[in-house]
């Protein structure tokens, strides 16, 4: 076997090109070395919150209302993990508050209940965070939780809205409401 001798230009050259390709490598790929994944961080990918209160997991949870003193009807979904029925009260200003029942082991929406969840004063304008105090079976231990406050302005809101969805204003659907001076005469 036969080792031939680098000479020092041809070490410098090779020094270079590993240099550059090391570099290149950690441009390519310093993005995810320095930055956090984030599919591994959990939040709430919808509209409303997500918070738990012992067994009891409230998910997507909401306000819909037209203002901050109107009735506001709470919808998104509340999971029992334990082993008992469970009544969750849900808490808000003014002391307004309504009550769902959830099963064992099971959950309960609140879009589709025959029985809306609807608090007598929504406590803050669409867009705003309310606070809603969550506590089960009537025990004193329970959890604050802002929830956020949304209007019928989305369509898909509109059927949750208490009394219905409000009537547009001829100003919101494009119809002029002014009418013409005068008009011109077909000669």
């Known amino acids: 076997m036969r080792f031939t001798a680098m000479n020092r230009g041809q070490r410098g050259k090779l020094a270079m090109a590993a ?38 997991e409230l998910r997507n949870m909401l306000i819909v209302a037209s203002d901050e003193n109107q009735p506001g009807r709470v919808i998104g979904a509340i999971y029992n993990s334990s082993s008992k029925d469970v009544k969750v009260t849900l808490s808000g200003a003014e002391g307004s508050k309504t009550e769902v029942s959830v099963k064992k082991n099971s959950y309960t929406l609140l879009n589709d209940s025959t029985d809306p969840a609807t608090l007598s004063t929504a406590g803050g304008k669409p867009g705003s965070l309310v606070d809603i105090k969550v506590t089960e079976d009537g025990t004193n231990v329970g959890k604050t939780v802002k929830v ?32 013409p001076a005068h008009t011109e005469a077909a000669h």
């Open 148 to 179: 956020p406050v949304v209007d019928a302005t989305l369509p898909e809101y509109a059927p949750y809205l208490p009394g219905g969805s409000p009537t547009p204003t001829p100003s919101e659907t494009g119809a002029s409401t002014e009418t």
């Open 19 to 56: 240099a550059a390709l090391s570099v290149g490598l950690l441009a390519l790929t310093g993005c995810g070395y320095i930055n956090a994944q984030q599919t591994s961080k959990q939040y709430a990918a919808s509209d409303g919150t997500r918070s738990d209160v012992g067994p009891v």
